[in-house]
Every structure is written in structure tokens, then in C-alpha cells.
């Protein structure tokens, strides 16, 4: 079992953060990772956990409180990513631990999770480790800065 040690982000960790990001098919500079860290930091019931092994950053997991009217709301996995390299390695596994068990200090009894249909390989990690599929689901978004919506 490899050295893995899991830890709060702060924000000398941008740099990294960055690098890490185009496994989840995502970018940004160090400096788009510090301005979005500081803007969720200033949130309430938000953390991005971090894995380092070796001390390198290995993997994040980014969690988030969802209240609702309707339901008792829920903590979502927002990211989740652990370096190609490292993978299958125990370090998604740990991250989840870890941001399960933050949802329930945070008084949330749910963890949910998306995930791409794409990424067949990554629902049968979540399903191993306990999760299981509820519903589907499409994502709808209107771009605020487009003028063509009709809103």
C-alpha cells in the first residue's frame, strides 16, 4: 500500500492543481486555480481535499454541500481525479473516505457523485466502492455571457 497522505488545498497548491486538471478534461492556469480556489473557499460547506504520495500531488477530490427545500440536500464530488499513473493504487479510494467522511461531519447523510457516460472505467471504480446509479440525468446550461439565449 502505498504513502498517502490527504490534506485541505490551500492556495500555494494552484500550481499543481493546474497540471492535474486536463485528466478531468478540464484546464486552467496556476492562476485560474487560485482565483476559482478563492472564490469557492469563500463558501460555506465547500473543501478540496488533495493526495500527495511521495510528496507529489497524486489526486483531488472537491466536495461540495447542497441544501435543498425539497430534501435534506446532499454533498456532491464535484472532481474527482487521481494522476493516470497513480491509478488503481488505493488513492481515489482514500480521497472518497476522506470526502465521505467530511460530508458527515458537515451533517450530510448523502454523497452523490456525476460522472460522463464516457467514462465507463470510472463508473466501475465508484460502483466498487459503493456508490450506485440512481437516475440519469442531462445537464442543461444556458451561457449567461451569450445574448442569443431567450431569458
Not at 490551500?10 to 492543481?17: C, K, L, S, Y
Not at 486552467?28 to 469557492?40: H, I, K, N, Y
Not at 488533495?50 to 464535484?78: K, M, P, T, W
Not at 461531519?105 to 466498487?128: C, D, Q
Request: net charge neutral.
Amino acid at each position: 500500500m502505498p504513502q498517502i497522505n490527504i490534506r485541505p488545498m490551500i492556495t500555494h497548491d494552484a500550481a499543481a492543481v493546474s497540471a492535474l486538471l486536463p485528466a478531468l478534461d478540464y484546464t486552467g492556469s496556476p492562476g485560474d486555480v487560485e482565483r476559482r480556489f478563492a472564490a469557492l473557499s469563500a463558501q460555506p460547506d465547500h473543501v478540496v481535499l488533495l493526495a500527495f504520495y511521495n510528496e507529489q500531488l497524486a489526486g483531488l477530490c472537491h466536495i461540495q454541500g447542497v441544501r435543498l427545500i425539497a430534501s435534506d440536500g446532499y454533498a456532491e464530488i464535484s472532481a474527482l481525479v487521481v494522476h493516470t499513473a497513480l491509478q488503481r493504487s488505493g488513492i481515489g479510494k482514500a480521497l472518497v473516505t476522506h470526502a465521505n467522511s467530511w460530508a458527515q461531519s458537515k451533517g450530510y447523510e448523502r454523497v452523490r457523485l456525476r460522472s460522463g457516460l464516457h467514462r465507463e472505467n470510472a463508473h466501475l471504480f465508484y460502483e466498487a466502492i459503493g456508490f450506485s446509479k440512481k437516475r440519469a440525468s442531462y445537464a442543461f446550461e444556458i451561457q449567461l455571457s451569450d445574448s442569443n439565449h431567450p431569458l
